[in-house]
C-alpha cells in the first residue's frame, strides 16, 4: 500500500478504521515518512505518531457528552426523549517535524487553525 502509494505519490488510506489501527499509528508514520508520502489521519493519535496532519472529531469532547447523556438516564431520562446530538468540535493536528522531514511547507492559515501542533 505504502510502496505502490509512494511510486504515484499519493496515498489514500483506510484511517477511518481508527479502532483497528490505532495501535499501528507509529508504524503508519514511520511507513508513510520512510515513503515521503505526506498523509492525514482521524484523530490527533495519527499525528502525535509521525502522520503529517489529522481533522477528526474531538473523541475526549464526544466521551464527555457521552458521559452526559449516561449521567441523565441514570438521574430518570427516558433515552427517546433525549436530543440526538452531532459532534460540534473537531481537531486539527499538525506534526511539524513530519512536514520539516517530508520539506512539506504549511500554510500560516492551517498552523494557526491547528488545536495541536506535536514538534
Known sequence: ??????????FQSPFRLR???????????SL??????PSIG?????S?????MSYGPDY????????????RIWKGATP?????????????TVNATTAEALGVTLPRSVMVMASRIYR
Do not use: C, H, W
Request: aromatic share 8%; no cysteine.
Open 1 to 10: 500500500m505504502f510502496s505502490r502509494g509512494s511510486k504515484q505519490r499519493i
Open 19 to 29: 479502532q483497528r489501527l490505532a495501535g499501528q499509528a507509529k508504524r503508519i508514520g
Open 32 to 37: 508513510a515518512l520512510a515513503n515521503r508520502l
Open 42 to 46: 482521524d484523530a490527533a493519535l495519527f
Open 48 to 52: 502525535a505518531a509521525g502522520v503529517l
Open 60 to 71: 475526549d469532547y464526544a466521551a464527555d457528552r457521552t458521559a452526559d447523556y449516561v449521567v
Open 80 to 92: 427517546r426523549d433525549l436530543p440526538v446530538e452531532l459532534i460540534a468540535k473537531f481537531d486539527l
